[in-house]
């Protein structure tokens, strides 16, 4: 009877840490979004089924060594079981507590993408202050070490039992030990085979709740085995001849053919701005919040306006990759953080300096973070400018490095360096990332009230104040501006939100032929094959995933965009959420109108995740 209540008593405790874990995480995030008590029963309710099975998954170990106990009468107990339940358990609160801290920046769980960003921990420090950090980590490490160590106390140090070992040990003691291995069975496969997934748990249209019924535990380990999968096993939805025959339905091979002119010359010099989290939600032109971004917003009436853009991913890598590499993003892969991928990269750089242009890219932070410097050196730019080699005084550095201001306006005295060595017959291409619309939202500048919007009110005065100098200047007439941004941004959102990936995309400057709005879908990885195209430059076989929306064979608008647990698909017929791990969809606009959409997204999963450079 010992050891049987000792199991029970394990699965309670395990189980009264997964309900207050899951609870501090709703307590935690409550401003995400409206609940109510009865919300709060629904999710416990929902994710019960999976969190009996994380638990009886994490006790089934002690199951087996305690029930050794019954023929070894002395053996050890606590001394065996005792370091596997400490570090289980403190893993286990780690992830709770990690995962309902970082819920609050990201809006997704937990999971294996986490490690390919440790390389890189001065993006957090930047992010948040050291005071945050210390006092968020103190506590979850004080948790886990105080629940780690009663997981142990509870854990007898020997099990004696009266009767002597022998080779028929009494049903008094075997059957209900016996028949609680049969219980840890039942929440491990559920009754007739049917084991809990995190399907199951999702049963709300707000996100929050659904994430909040998922198990972070089983969370964080299922994901780690899909990480560990080889890419191209790790998801399969069809058949692959299947799948390769509806991609070859909705993805045109060939698009370098132009039915709209955009520019007055076909080569431009030509200058990229990557805007930092600048989604379409802080651009009133587009819809977005009023008086935030006054200068953007006027300026994309004075070029070619594309107001129907969509970002490929959640993180500035991705973005940077799909804009300038014209490549489709991976929810679970970083391309700029495969070294061996780089050099077979595709890239705007590469290209037009085999068409005689001088490359160069400026990022004000540090461009050693998440391997960027590598990305664009391998990738064909002559030279790039950060925080290391600027010379900028400590009193125009933000937290991030130089502040927008200070990095616009070193980029357009670098510009005019470059124009005056090489003449009004020389071409360049200039790469520009701007920093300060980020966290910690810590601006020189004092113009809204509310922290956030003041920074990107920020970010937008410097990009006006540069533009607006720079058309002021010889390099404007032969000058092709593209403005874009990385992602969007969390603020007052979820992924869930399809208007996070909604994002500016403007064609500006002295080369453009004429102010234009055009509201033809268009995707972040869509840049470079547009741009190559009113160039007269053919990129079809060497840009795959990149299309021009304004070719003849771009019958099939759509937009593809993904995070770490999901996927949104767009096209004209509306937009399909879906989320990887639950393999379920959490979003349809128009309501069940997705089916079509939802066999493309899975389609396009699928194909990407058999692409050569994942190999």
């Known amino acids: 009877m010992k050891r049987t209540l000792y199991i029970l008593g394990l699965i309670l405790f395990l189980a009264i840490m997964t309900l207050a874990g899951k609870l501090e995480f709703l307590s935690y995030n409550r401003d995400v979004c409206f609940f109510t008590i009865g919300d709060v029963a629904d999710v416990l309710w929902q994710g019960l089924p999976l969190d009996l099975r994380v638990i009886a998954i994490m006790v089934l170990p002690v199951w087996v060594v305690t029930a050794f106990t019954l023929y070894f009468v002395r053996m050890p107990l606590r001394r065996i079981v005792g370091p596997?339940?400490?570090?289980?358990?403190?893993?286990?609160?780690?992830?709770?507590?990690?995962?309902?801290?970082?819920?609050?920046?990201?809006?997704?769980?937990?999971?294996?993408?986490?490690?390919?960003?440790?390389?890189?921990?001065?993006?957090?420090?930047?992010?948040?202050?050291?005071?945050?950090?210390?006092?968020?980590?103190?506590?979850?490490?004080?948790?886990?070490?105080?629940?780690?160590?009663?997981?142990?106390?509870?854990?007898?140090?020997?099990?004696v039992s009266l009767h002597r070992r022998s080779k028929h040990i009494p049903p008094r003691y075997t059957l209900p030990y016996l028949l609680t291995g049969v219980l840890l069975l039942v929440m491990i496969f559920g009754i007739n085979g049917r084991k809990a997934d995190e399907a199951s748990a999702f049963h709300s249209d707000k996100i929050l709740l659904n994430h909040a019924a998922i198990n972070p535990v089983g969370h964080m380990v299922h994901s780690m085995l899909v990480y560990a999968r080889d890419p191209e096993n790790q998801f399969n939805y069809m058949e692959d001849a299947e799948c390769s025959r509806i991609f070859g339905e909705i993805f045109p091979e060939n698009t370098d053919d132009v039915t709209v002119r955009l520019l007055k010359t076909t080569r431009p010099n030509l200058l990229t701005i990557q805007l930092e989290s600048f989604g379409a939600p802080f651009i009133q032109a587009l819809g977005g919040q009023k008086g935030v971004a006054p200068e953007i917003s006027a300026w994309m009436e004075r070029g070619v306006n594309f107001t129907n853009a969509w970002a490929t991913s959640f993180r500035t890598d991705r973005g940077t990759v799909s804009a300038l590499s014209g490549y489709v993003a991976f929810p679970t892969q970083s391309l700029m953080m495969r070294d061996k991928c780089l050099d077979s990269l595709p890239s705007l750089a590469h290209v037009l300096k085999a068409e005689g242009y001088r490359t160069d890219y400026l990022y004000g932070?540090?461009?050693?973070?998440?391997?960027?410097?590598?990305?664009?050196?391998?990738?064909?730019?002559?030279?790039?400018?950060?925080?290391?080699?600027?010379?900028?005084?400590?009193?125009?550095?933000?937290?991030?490095?130089?502040?927008?201001?200070?990095?616009?306006?070193?980029?357009?005295?670098?510009?005019?360096?470059?124009?005056?060595?090489?003449?009004?017959?020389?071409?360049?291409?200039?790469?520009?990332?701007?920093?300060?619309?980020?966290?910690?939202?810590?601006?020189?500048?004092?113009?809204?009230?509310?922290?956030?919007?003041?920074?990107?009110?920020?970010?937008?005065?410097?990009?006006?104040?540069?533009?607006?100098?720079?058309?002021?200047?010889?390099?404007?007439?032969?000058?092709?501006?593209?403005?874009?941004?990385?992602?969007?941004?969390?603020?007052?959102?979820?992924?869930?939100?399809?208007?996070?990936?909604?994002?500016?995309?403007?064609?500006?400057?002295?080369?453009?032929s004429e102010p234009k709005k055009t509201d033809i879908l268009i995707s972040q990885g869509d840049i470079a094959g547009t741009l190559l195209s009113q160039m007269e430059i053919a990129h079809s076989k060497t840009f795959p995933w990149s299309r021009n929306v304004f070719s003849r064979n771009y019958t099939y608008p759509f937009v593809y965009s993904n995070y770490p647990s999901g996927v949104m698909f767009r096209d004209n017929t509306g937009t399909t959420m879906y989320d990887l791990w639950a393999d379920h969809v959490i979003m349809e606009s128009p309501a069940k109108s997705g089916s079509v959409r939802l066999r493309n997204l899975q389609t396009m999963i699928q194909y990407s995740y058999r692409d050569a450079l994942l190999k």
């Open 84 to 159: 596997y339940l400490f570090v289980v358990v403190f893993l286990a609160t780690c992830i709770t507590c990690g995962g309902l801290i970082m819920y609050e920046n990201w809006k997704f769980l937990l999971d294996a993408s986490i490690f390919s960003y440790m390389s890189s921990p001065g993006n957090v420090s930047a992010s948040v202050p050291t005071s945050y950090i210390v006092s968020r980590l103190g506590l979850s490490l004080l948790a886990a070490l105080v629940l780690s160590v009663v997981a142990v106390l509870i854990t007898p140090s020997r099990i």
């Open 365 to 512: 932070g540090n461009a050693q973070h998440m391997n960027k410097a590598k990305y664009l050196t391998a990738t064909g730019f002559d030279k790039v400018w950060d925080i290391r080699n600027l010379n900028i005084p400590a009193d125009k550095r933000s937290c991030w490095g130089a502040s927008d201001s200070t990095a616009l306006m070193s980029l357009l005295s670098l510009m005019q360096e470059t124009y005056r060595q090489q003449g009004s017959e020389g071409h360049f291409y200039w790469g520009c990332q701007t920093i300060d619309s980020h966290e910690p939202f810590q601006v020189p500048y004092r113009r809204l009230e509310n922290k956030v919007y003041n920074a990107f009110a920020y970010t937008d005065h410097c990009v006006g104040e540069f533009l607006d100098s720079l058309s002021h200047t010889p390099l404007w007439d032969n000058l092709l501006v593209v403005i874009y941004a990385d992602h969007g941004h969390m603020y007052n959102t979820t992924f869930s939100n399809p208007e996070f990936f909604h994002m500016p995309l403007l064609f500006t400057g002295g080369a453009v």
